[in-house]
Nanobody, 122 residues
Framework: QVHLVESGGGLVQPGGTLRLSCAAS????????MGWHRQAPGKQRELVAA???????KYADSVKGRFTISRDNSKNTVYLQMNSLKPEDTAVYYC????????????????WGQGTQVTVSL
């Protein structure tokens, strides 16, 4: 069982930066992959970025070149560095974990955090 807690969200102006953190209660090294998703009001939840244990990454086209996902297995933490933020990045961001990969990028996740709000506005 893995418990995920996100932090680092907040209000930022367009063009600004934020770094989200996802702290796991258990070892993320046992997870085949970790991912960040987001859900904006009235929209479906979407994959933002995912990373495997070995460091393979996948990004949504809308965030390529602006966001970077990384993981520190020694700290059981996954990060999402978000640069050049846009108003359309406003959403609740969720961390998730996959215990055993069957597809890449993952279609289903085993564990989810409660989410952290990111608001990009003047």
């Amino acid at each position: 069982q893995v418990h995920l807690v996100e932090s680092g969200g907040g209000l930022v102006q367009p063009g600004g930066t934020l770094r989200l953190s996802c702290a796991a209660s258990g070892s993320i090294f046992s997870m085949d992959a970790m991912g960040w998703h987001r859900q904006a009001p009235g929209k479906q939840r979407e994959l933002v970025a995912a990373i495997t244990r070995g460091g393979l990454t996948k990004y949504a086209d809308s965030v390529k070149g602006r966001f970077t996902i990384s993981r520190d297995n020694s700290k059981n933490t996954v990060y999402l560095q978000m640069n050049s933020l846009k108003p359309e990045d406003t959403a609740v961001y969720y961390c998730a974990a996959v215990q055993q990969l069957s597809t890449w990028p993952p279609r289903e996740y085993d564990y989810w955090g409660q989410g952290t709000q990111v608001t990009v506005s003047l």
